[in-house]
């Protein structure tokens, strides 16, 4: 099976070519530089702390430049793969396990056309904003699951593009909009459930984000960058404080319009 990926393998490489290895996740930080990463945390302990101590693996689908696969390994004792098709982003996350002092395998290679040997190896698979780049949602989703041993956990994350994150992505930057297939929650399960997943959660991310793409695409270049740039500073300006809120005085609730992500975790089923 072979999809176009509306992004490009170029686009990715000029995307990781552009910024630097990102840090480690540091869950002691309560900072609220740091609160995105604590509330996933939260969501990933739930459903995979019992595979600790077991010799599972994980494999990160679209791994370039992830800090995740150190992570999985850090907090769940998982023994880590990655697989992406550029070869830059290969690079990039073999660096960052290098850095961590963490052993991993890093392949380059394609999703849809991958080394046999990947095929049912993994207790846990997991894509971090891969799947709303290709048209075919329900046959990404069912090239992501052949990577699963049965009752393995496939987690997918994608960004929620039809509310607020959605309209100021198309204003200030359409030609990265344009590379996005929009999903919400429902579309999300709806794809999970036709891939003969079992949905263990799927939930909208944060209770205010605005995750806004300001880097070039194809080389086209940005009108009023510098203006666009300070309009996102001031809207994560009041992210933060609905952040810190949200973390120190009362929880709040998720509302779709003004969140920017989707988690999702499934388990395939142990006869397929």
Known sequence: MTQVDKASKEYWTSFWNQLPLPAPIDLTK?????????????????????????????LELGCGNSVFLSYFHQHFGLEIYGLDYSELGCKQTEKILTRDGIEGKIIQGDIFNPPQELIGAFDVVCSFGVLEHFEDSVNTINAFKKFLKPGGILITTVPYLKGATGILQKLMNKPVYDIHVLMNKGDLKNFLNQAGLTINYCEYHLPISFGVTLEAHEGKPIRFLKVKKLILKGLQVISKIFWWIDDRIIKLSVLPFFTAGIISVATLNEKQ
């Open 30 to 58: 309560k900072d609220l530089s740091n609160y995105s990463i604590r509330k996933i945390d939260t969501v990933y302990s739930k459903h995979l702390s019992d595979l600790k101590g077991k010799n599972a693996k994980v």
